[in-house]
């Protein structure tokens, strides 16, 4: 039985990627293992709860980034008590907006936002004036 997932995003700077995480999500860095070359083969975040693993591309091993293959197939969902606000912060630390923050008809405020890396995030709360859980 798995009891526990931790994703691992592949960047093409892990350095730059564990700064841009630290400040645009609050990540703290729990574990940071580098090889004789510096390459961060295996860094490790907590965002609240949550772990978030991530790694240097290394295309000998078939390590890619998104940037490095045209895309990111995959989102991630990232639950927060202010989605405006965390995804203004990810657009002025060197993230694009996707698709604007706002109420959805399905009871969450969402918006896009890809990140410096490629990567693709959901960022989601509770609808303005709601007073539950981030989403």
Do not use: C
Not at 75 to 98: C, F, K, N, S, Y
């Amino acid at each position: 039985m798995t009891t526990e997932l931790h994703p691992k995003l592949l960047v093409s700077d892990a350095d730059a990627a564990i700064d841009f995480y630290a400040k645009a999500l609050g990540a703290t860095v729990t574990l940071r293992v580098a090889d004789d070359a510096g390459v961060v083969n295996h860094a490790e975040l907590t965002l609240g709860s949550a772990v978030l693993a991530l790694a240097q591309s290394v295309h000998e091993w078939g390590w890619h980034d998104p940037v490095s293959v045209g895309g990111s197939p995959v989102l991630i969902t990232a639950g927060v008590a202010d989605p405006d606000g965390t995804a203004e912060r990810m657009v002025q630390l060197g993230g694009e907006l996707v698709i604007p923050v706002e109420d959805r008809p399905y009871g969450k405020r969402q918006g896009r936002v890809r990140d410096p890396f490629g990567h693709l995030w959901v960022i989601s709360g509770p609808l303005r004036g709601d007073t539950q859980q981030p989403a």
